[in-house]
T-cell receptor, first 114, second 113 residues
Framework: KAGVTQTPRYLIKTRGQQVTLSCSPI?????VSWYQQTPGQGLQFLFE???????NKGNFPGRFSGRQFSNSRSEMNVSTLELGDSALYLC?????????????FGPGTRLLVL | QKEVEQNSGPLSVPEGAIASLNCTYS??????FFWYRQYSGKSPELIMS????GDKEDGRFTAQLNKASQYVSLLIRDSQPSDSATYLC?????????????FGKGTLLTVNP
């Protein structure tokens, strides 16, 4: 089975711009979660989607949004980029997001905001 | 109090030694516990998962869970230089959410040849 894929792998943006990141889960996985990883804060949960519905959201401002399509692919959007948004953005998929299910991570998108 | 705390490290052990990585969590209702390994510049990959009290062994890795003490650990026996990475403890089922993983900040392990 192919793993989780994320595009693009690298992005450079300037403050005030917006960005859209894409994630394709493992085939058959319907739960997609997004995380932000920075050296200072570590891995922080952004949101989780299942069957096109957001089930949980982390403590991030409204500039961070996401959506999921009927084929389980997911996108996240960050509007009005700030320098502090520079990070590795990881998505992870699992069959249904159950308590005992392992989340499998994609390679990540490294975003640099100048 | 942070939700998931790990020994800050970095931890350095000689090749062949046992590496011990520790993690505590604050939410008693947490139900699932995971150890991920992350090499520099790469994404996290699962090492072990554990759900009930006691030990769980997989090759050179042993995870230990003590829910009464809110403590989970990972032992790596016969450490190899290829084990050098950041180890992330993650907890699921805390904070009223069944769907998100809450991570510790990680412990950097270096295994010296």
């Amino acid at each position: 089975k192919a793993g989780v894929t994320q595009t693009p792998r690298y992005l450079i943006k300037t403050r005030g711009q917006q960005v859209t990141l894409s994630c394709s889960p493992i085939s058959g996985h319907r739960s997609v979660s997004w995380y932000q990883q920075t050296p200072g804060q570590g891995l922080q949960f952004l949101f989780e989607y299942f069957s096109e519905t957001q089930r949980n959201k982390g403590n991030f401002p409204g500039r961070f949004s996401g959506r999921q399509f009927s084929n389980s692919r997911s996108e996240m959007n960050v509007s009005t980029l700030e320098l502090g948004d520079s990070a590795l953005y990881l998505c992870a998929s699992s069959p249904s997001g159950g308590l005992s299910e392992t989340q499998y991570f994609g390679p990540g998108t490294r975003l640099l905001v100048l | 109090q942070k939700e998931v705390e790990q020994n800050s490290g970095p931890l350095s052990v000689p090749e062949g030694a046992i590496a011990s990585l520790n993690c505590t969590y604050s939410d008693r209702v947490s139900q699932s516990f995971f150890w991920y390994r992350q090499y520099s510049g790469k994404s996290p990959e699962l090492i072990m998962s554990i759900y009930s009290n006691g030990d769980k062994e997989d090759g050179r890795f042993t995870a230990q869970l003590n829910k009464a003490s809110q403590y989970v650990s990972l032992l790596i026996r016969d450490s190899q230089p290829s084990d050098s990475a950041t180890y992330l403890c993650a907890v699921k089922g805390s904070g009223g959410s069944n769907y998100k993983l809450t991570f510790g900040k990680g412990t950097l392990l270096t295994v010296n040849p």
